[in-house]
T-cell receptor, first 112, second 113 residues
Framework: DGGITQSPKYLFRKEGQNVTLSCEQN?????MYWYRQDPGQGLRLIYY???????QKGDIAEGYSVSREKKESFPLTVTSAQKNPTAFYLC???????????FGQGTRLTVV | GENVEQHPSTLSVQEGDSAVIKCTYS??????FPWYKQELGKGPQLIID?????GEKKDQRIAVTLNKTAKHFSLHITETQPEDSAVYFC????????????FGTGTRLTIIP
């Protein structure tokens, strides 16, 4: 069953701790993306990767880091430098040459 | 960079009536305009898209129109049903398959039975 999987669905962390969100896809897609969703602000691009071992900053990369060691995986680390980390995080993937992006179910991160 | 504005932020429609959501974009180089539907607790899903070389596209009850001169595009849903209730996002990008989609702020559509 092909798709894009984000885990966990809900995540709680204490302020000042780093946390890593998982994103895995078995669609053989080349490009992967991380978006942040806040109420009334739509989806904002954090980081994206077109190929393994390469990634680029999006519009709001400060306080976040990513890696792309495998085609299937694109984990996002929310660092303690991110001032407002509480949000809904969405991962997406896209096949090279295609326009459609497929989204995961999202991870809701709450920092207390 | 590109800026996409979306209106209205909320919309309530009687079941069976039509719903229209409008978006404007700022970058005249944008040429791909998808619409995504997000149901509660789920990720967005593409429902229809349009490229700048056409003015209108239909898929059953859903249609999208594009006015390149005015830089705006709209989503039209006819004969609305309760399952149409969701948050809808418009987006724009430059180049087919371009890496960066710029999203609007979303419209929460509620269908009243």
């Amino acid at each position: 069953d092909g798709g894009i999987t984000q885990s966990p669905k809900y995540l709680f962390r204490k302020e000042g701790q780093n946390v890593t969100l998982s994103c895995e896809q078995n669609l053989n897609h080349d490009a992967m993306y991380w978006y942040r969703q806040d109420p009334g602000q739509g989806l904002r691009l954090i980081y994206y990767s077109q190929i393994v071992n390469d990634f680029q900053k999006g519009d709001i990369a400060e306080g976040y880091s990513v890696s792309r060691e495998k085609k299937e995986s694109f984990p996002l680390t929310v660092t303690s430098a991110q001032k407002n980390p509480t949000a809904f995080y969405l991962c997406a993937s896209r096949l090279q040459g295609s326009t459609e992006a497929f989204f995961g179910q999202g991870t809701r991160l709450t920092v207390v | 960079g590109e800026n996409v504005e979306q209106h209205p932020s909320t919309l309530s429609v009687q079941e069976g009536d039509s719903a229209v959501i409008k978006c404007t974009y700022s970058d005249s180089a944008s040429n791909y305009f998808p619409w995504y539907k997000q149901e509660l607790g789920k990720g967005p899903q593409l429902i229809i898209d349009i490229r700048s070389n056409v003015g209108e596209k239909k898929d059953q009850r859903i249609a999208v129109t594009l006015n390149k001169t005015a830089k705006h595009f709209s989503l039209h849903i006819t004969e609305t049903q309760p399952e149409d209730s969701a948050v809808y996002f418009c987006a724009a990008s430059k180049g087919f398959g371009n890496e960066k989609l710029t999203f609007g702020t979303g419209t929460r559509l509620t269908i009243i039975p």
